[in-house]
Nanobody, 124 residues
Framework: QVWLVESGGGLVQAGGSLRLSCAAS????????MGWFRQAPGKEREFVAA????????YYADSVKGRFTISGDNAKTTVYLQMNSLKPEDTAVYYC?????????????????WGQGTQITVSS
């Protein structure tokens, strides 16, 4: 079992920045994928970014590429999502997810564990 706890959500004006954190505890893996997804009201949950360990390869949705950065700490227990140049369309509940190392990092089904989600609201 893996537990994921997100933090860092909130309200920000368009053009602003926020950093989300996802702290993982419980079972550990030598190789794994951690990702961020988001879900806006009335929409499907969509992929945002992922990092694959141990090499720390990173991947992004086209909609956030160049604005968001995913990273992890050296202890490999916390993953961050730095969000810059935020837009109103970034408004959503953001979820952290973890799963075994996978080539299909942008699909929800590749992840076994999910956090409770944190709300991001970007005002125009």
């Amino acid at each position: 079992q893996v537990w994921l706890v997100e933090s860092g959500g909130g309200l920000v004006q368009a053009g602003g920045s926020l950093r989300l954190s996802c702290a993982a505890s419980g079972r550990t893996f030598s190789t794994y994928t951690m990702g961020w997804f988001r879900q806006a009201p009335g929409k499907e949950r969509e992929f945002v970014a992922a990092i694959r360990r141990p090499v720390s390869s990173t991947y992004y949705a086209d909609s956030v590429k160049g604005r968001f950065t995913i990273s992890g700490d050296n202890a490999k227990t916390t993953v961050y999502l730095q969000m810059n140049s935020l837009k109103p369309e970034d408004t959503a509940v953001y979820y952290c997810a973890a799963g075994p190392y996978s080539e299909i990092y942008n699909r929800r089904t590749s992840y076994d564990y999910w956090g409770q989600g944190t709300q991001i609201t970007v005002s125009s």
